[in-house]
């Protein structure tokens, strides 16, 4: 069984802890029928920026990406403080929201297109010797989340339903 996971921004992990009441729902988006795949940022009903992924794990693949773009070692970006710590859970356990760190949210917010095409070269979602299909066009919307919430002086979280 796969999880769902969503990338959000937030202030500080406290207002995060409000994706539990409803923060990641997303109105219907007005989109072109060909462009309907395509992983982008579309904003919650609160205004909150939000990245659907298909899977993506928020600790193993995020981590695997932060050590690809900062040339540190996976075991030091793993044992980082804010690499998948928990923040809020659900009652029944089946919802986390965990934290993306700061790290990896600077990485992203500085690539340009070429910088993600090599990213992606770097990084296979589907841990392959080769990218996916869908690597570049996740990292290039993850950039834009991460853009954005560099411009917003706020930190970038996971929305885990297992």
């Known amino acids: 069984m ?3 996971t969503d990338y959000f921004t937030a202030r ?3 207002h995060a802890t409000s994706a539990l ?13 060909n462009d309907a795949s395509r992983p982008r940022v579309q904003l919650a009903a609160g205004g909150t920026p939000v990245l659907q992924a298909k899977g993506v794990d928020p600790v193993v693949a995020l981590g ?20 998948g710590k ?16 700061d790290e990896l949210r600077d990485a992203l917010a500085e690539l340009n297109a070429d910088g993600v095409a090599a ?4 990084w296979a979602i589907d841990e392959t010797s080769e990218p996916s299909e869908d690597s ?6 993850f950039a834009e989340l991460a853009t ?6 706020e930190r970038m979280y996971g929305y885990v339903v297992i």
């Not at 990213?119 to 770097?122: E, K, P, Y």
């Not at 570049?136 to 919307?141: E, G, I, K, M, W």
């Not at 954005?148 to 002086?153: D, H, I, L, M, S």
């Open 148 to 153: 954005r919430a560099v411009a917003q002086g």
């Open 2 to 4: 796969s999880a769902i």
């Open 86 to 101: 928990l923040v809020a859970m659900s009652d029944d356990g089946d919802t986390l929201v965990l934290t993306v760190t």
């Open 64 to 83: 695997r990406l932060e050590a690809a773009l900062t040339a540190r070692p996976y075991d030091e970006v793993a044992k980082g403080p804010r690499c």
């Open 21 to 33: 009441e409803g923060l990641v729902d997303l109105e219907p988006a007005v989109m072109e029928a």
């Open 119 to 122: 990213a992606a070269a770097a």
């Open 12 to 14: 500080t992990d406290e």
């Open 136 to 141: 570049v066009p996740f990292l290039t919307a």
